[in-house]
């Protein structure tokens, strides 16, 4: 690879259901957040390569009482981003309440609160269209079956201008159960383009599927339609759900997604053109490409969203999420830097898929190295603190409090359907309260624990394969934890937070 090529994938984590939209000389990429607050993640870049995570468009979830406790694969589905009017807009499907919008005058705020534009279970992946030759605005949305009962179809509506309100009951423009061979037609996007209204849009499952494109003279259809990328014999399984962008000197390229289990979602970027026959041709002549061209655009400086933090002030970064809504005193901020986490009593704390207060990141997609240093400051016993890696099945390494008073290096983990960690590893006594902790992630996501409490690094229990939630991959967290019963549980404190390739 060359300073004219890049390589694929372009974003190497859980950046789930990419969409893109292109303002002036910028570009801006939203992605699924599931049930992890702040949701909506919002990247920026000026040559499509390099992003940079510039906020969040959702401070919390809503109903808030609903995402009190981790719905990891509920909350915000497939995001839809679009600038009209002079405003950003996005448009989400949650499964169980319905499709929402928000907007804002720029991007990084202030956002609306959400808007529940149409009510109903199942409702996902909906895509607004303004379009600006007859001043009509449409929306398109797709259907999860586990929900409604209902799926392989796109259902259209006539929309209000102004976003808030839909014109009719809708109607099913394209059905996919009678398409020869296609099934789990979902995640579509919406343009207007060469007089034709086209639908992108995936099928045939996130592992296993290819991403289509439909066309019609007019909204509501009837529609035609075409494979435009698969795996072929490439390793790029899937090929699914995205978004195409026209940069300012007119050359298309489409942004979408390949499932690569406990690593989630990596967004890779793939060439566009239109062929003779009017159709888009994406990647190598449908198979998707490893390495190409970079973009016609201005060279940029190499840039990817943070990882590392030394939580100045006690303040995390955006690469930080909550395992659902947060609540006031999990993290407390003050004059040096590290981070300081409350331990917070729950009944569920031997179950960490269980608790909202596991401040989590995306598990990287190449081989590393992850280390933060903790210090246990909580003398309540059964207190503890630790960095983990969560999905389905679970395991973390960290400090607790015995109930002589002792602090010790305990390592833990759950199977999948267990309902209670247990021991990874014979615990060791932590004289002075303080560990740093490692994780090494290599191929396979297969994680290699090690701590040191002052007498050098060592390798802690047997190796642990990280896997994903239903949706969601795997999770880097940090956590503070205490027993319930009795006040003020106190607190663990984490330092340098890095993740290095190995």
Same mark, same amino acid.
């Given at each position: 690879?060359?300073?004219?090529?890049?390589?694929?994938?372009?974003?190497?984590?859980?950046?789930?259901?990419?969409?893109?939209?292109?303002?002036?000389?910028?570009?801006?990429?939203?992605?699924?957040?599931?049930?992890?607050?702040?949701?909506?993640?919002?990247?920026?870049?000026?040559?499509?390569?390099?992003?940079?995570?510039?906020?969040?468009?959702?401070?919390?979830?809503?109903?808030?009482?609903?995402?009190?406790?981790?719905?990891?694969?509920?909350?915000?589905?497939?995001?839809?981003?679009?600038?009209?009017?002079?405003?950003?807009?996005?448009?989400?499907?949650?499964?169980?309440?319905?499709?929402?919008?928000?907007?804002?005058?720029?991007?990084?705020?202030?956002?609306?609160?959400?808007?529940?534009?149409?009510?109903?279970?199942?409702?996902?992946?909906?895509?607004?269209?303004?379009?600006?030759?007859?001043?009509?605005?449409?929306?398109?949305?797709?259907?999860?079956?586990?929900?409604?009962?209902?799926?392989?179809?796109?259902?259209?509506?006539?929309?209000?201008?102004?976003?808030?309100?839909?014109?009719?009951?809708?109607?099913?423009?394209?059905?996919?159960?009678?398409?020869?061979?296609?099934?789990?037609?979902?995640?579509?996007?919406?343009?207007?383009?060469?007089?034709?209204?086209?639908?992108?849009?995936?099928?045939?499952?996130?592992?296993?599927?290819?991403?289509?494109?439909?066309?019609?003279?007019?909204?509501?259809?009837?529609?035609?339609?075409?494979?435009?990328?698969?795996?072929?014999?490439?390793?790029?399984?899937?090929?699914?759900?995205?978004?195409?962008?026209?940069?300012?000197?007119?050359?298309?390229?489409?942004?979408?997604?390949?499932?690569?289990?406990?690593?989630?979602?990596?967004?890779?970027?793939?060439?566009?053109?239109?062929?003779?026959? &009017?159709?888009? #041709? %994406? $990647? @190598?002549?449908?198979?998707?490409?490893?390495?190409? +061209?970079?973009? *016609?655009?201005?060279?940029?400086?190499?840039?990817?969203?943070?990882?590392?933090?030394?939580?100045?002030?006690?303040?995390?970064?955006?690469?930080?999420?909550?395992?659902?809504?947060?609540?006031?005193?999990?993290?407390?901020?003050?004059?040096?830097?590290?981070?300081?986490?409350?331990?917070?009593?729950?009944?569920?704390?031997?179950?960490?898929?269980?608790?909202?207060?596991?401040?989590?990141?995306?598990?990287?997609?190449?081989?590393?190295?992850?280390?933060?240093?903790?210090?246990?400051?909580?003398?309540?016993?059964?207190?503890?603190? &630790?960095?983990? #890696? %969560? $999905? @389905?099945?679970?395991?973390?390494?960290?400090?607790? +409090?015995?109930? *002589?008073?002792?602090?010790?290096?305990?390592?833990?983990?759950?199977?999948?359907?267990?309902?209670?960690?247990?021991?990874?590893?014979?615990?060791?006594?932590?004289?002075?309260?303080?560990?740093?902790?490692?994780?090494?992630?290599?191929?396979?996501?297969?994680?290699?624990?090690?701590?040191?409490?002052?007498?050098?690094?060592?390798?802690?229990?047997?190796?642990?394969?990280?896997?994903?939630?239903?949706?969601?991959?795997?999770?880097?967290?940090?956590?503070?934890?205490?027993?319930?019963?009795?006040?003020?549980?106190?607190?663990?404190?984490?330092?340098?937070?890095?993740?290095?390739?190995?």
């Amino acid at each position: 690879m060359t300073t004219e090529t890049y390589r694929n994938p372009i974003l190497d984590a859980d950046w789930s259901d990419p969409d893109v939209v292109r303002v002036g000389d910028d570009f801006y990429l939203t992605a699924s957040s599931f049930g992890r607050a702040p949701g909506l993640p919002l990247l920026h870049s000026r040559d499509l390569v390099n992003w940079t995570l510039v906020g969040h468009a959702l401070n919390r979830l809503e109903p808030a009482a609903e995402f009190r406790s981790p719905r990891h694969d509920c909350g915000v589905w497939a995001p839809s981003l679009r600038h009209h009017d002079d405003r950003f807009w996005i448009f989400w499907g949650d499964p169980d309440q319905g499709i929402h919008q928000i907007n804002a005058p720029e991007i990084r705020g202030p956002w609306t609160r959400p808007h529940l534009i149409k009510a109903g279970k199942g409702l996902i992946d909906p895509c607004p269209l303004w379009d600006d030759e007859t001043g009509e605005a449409y929306l398109i949305h797709a259907w999860a079956k586990s929900r409604s009962g209902v799926k392989n179809r796109l259902t259209g509506h006539r929309m209000h201008p102004d976003g808030m309100s839909l014109l009719d009951e809708g109607k099913v423009i394209v059905d996919g159960d009678r398409i020869p061979g296609w099934f789990t037609l979902e995640g579509p996007k919406l343009y207007r383009h060469d007089g034709w209204f086209w639908i992108l849009a995936p099928a045939g499952g996130v592992e296993t599927g290819w991403q289509g494109a439909f066309r019609s003279r007019g909204f509501f259809g009837p529609y035609e339609e075409r494979v435009v990328l698969e795996q072929k014999d490439t390793d790029v399984n899937g090929p699914h759900q995205g978004g195409w962008v026209r940069t300012p000197s007119g050359e298309d390229w489409f942004v979408h997604f390949q499932q690569r289990g406990a690593y989630g979602r990596v967004v890779h970027l793939q060439p566009m053109r239109w062929g003779p026959d &009017g159709w888009p #041709v %994406l $990647g @190598d002549d449908g198979a998707p490409v490893a390495v190409h +061209r970079r973009p *016609d655009l201005p060279p940029q400086p190499t840039a990817a969203p943070a990882t590392d933090d030394d939580f100045p002030g006690g303040r995390f970064g955006r690469q930080w999420s909550w395992t659902a809504n947060s609540q006031d005193g999990w993290a407390t901020q003050h004059s040096g830097d590290g981070l300081r986490l409350t331990c917070v009593r729950s009944a569920d704390a031997h179950d960490l898929r269980k608790l909202p207060n596991v401040l989590t990141q995306r598990l990287p997609g190449a081989p590393c190295a992850v280390e933060v240093g903790l210090r246990l400051h909580s003398e309540d016993a059964g207190a503890r603190a &630790g960095l983990a #890696v %969560l $999905g @389905d099945a679970f395991s973390w390494i960290g400090l607790q +409090r015995g109930a *002589d008073g002792a602090v010790h290096l305990v390592h833990r983990f759950a199977e999948a359907v267990a309902e209670r960690e247990r021991d990874a590893a014979h615990p060791r006594l932590a004289p002075d309260g303080r560990a740093r902790l490692r994780i090494e992630i290599g191929s396979g996501a297969r994680c290699r624990f090690s701590y040191d409490i002052g007498d050098g690094w060592t390798p802690s229990g047997p190796v642990f394969a990280a896997t994903p939630w239903r949706w969601v991959g795997a999770l880097l967290g940090l956590f503070a934890l205490a027993p319930v019963g009795g006040g003020h549980a106190g607190a663990a404190a984490f330092t340098h937070f890095r993740i290095s390739p190995l």
